[in-house]
């Protein structure tokens, strides 16, 4: 049978212990804890064999946002799978982007955006507002598999920039 003294001390481990795990948790990561938008938290998937994917974010004009990509898809049987930073130095004339690698992960801003290169990670000021959209860069779709998972981060930034890859 417990006696008061070890059911006093119990109580008292349980309601430290969560309080101390998470100062620990603080001492060890001093610079990875801040708050985080809704958006930041979201994985969006990009699927290899689909037109151009709206991710439902809004950027503007001078924001700055940075893309990371993992996984791997399939934009050619005789390829393979590759990851985000695309298959092979190829790029036929009709991909919608003829100076990056074939298969690789490209994005827009708005409907009828320019495209740019994305890749496995990249930061990109948005020079207008629009939809951001992002694309495997091929020009047959059906002979495509896989999917690469997508997480976002925004920040605005002070005046309106080219992008900037970040291999």
Avoid: K
Wanted: glycine share 10%; hydrophobic share 40%.
């Amino acid at each position: 049978m417990m006696t008061r003294r070890t059911i006093l001390a119990m109580a008292v481990w349980l309601l430290l212990a969560p309080a101390l795990l998470c100062g620990a948790s603080f001492a060890l990561r001093p610079g990875g804890w801040r708050p985080h938008a809704q958006t930041e938290l979201i994985t969006y998937t990009v699927y290899a064999y689909r037109q151009w994917q709206s991710l439902g974010v809004v950027l503007n004009a001078g924001e700055s946002i940075l893309i990371r990509a993992s996984g791997q898809w399939q934009y050619s049987p005789l390829i393979g799978l590759n990851a985000p930073d695309g298959g092979s130095s190829y790029a036929a004339p009709s991909y919608p982007l003829t100076s990056a690698p074939g298969g690789s992960l490209i994005g827009r801003i708005g409907e009828r955006g320019e495209p740019f290169y994305v890749g496995r990670y990249m930061t990109w000021v948005a020079d207008q507002p629009g939809l951001l959209y992002l694309h495997i860069n091929d020009d047959i779709l059906s002979d495509n598999v896989g999917q690469l998972a997508i997480t976002l981060e925004r920040s605005a930034s002070a005046t309106p920039v080219a992008s900037s890859r970040n291999p």
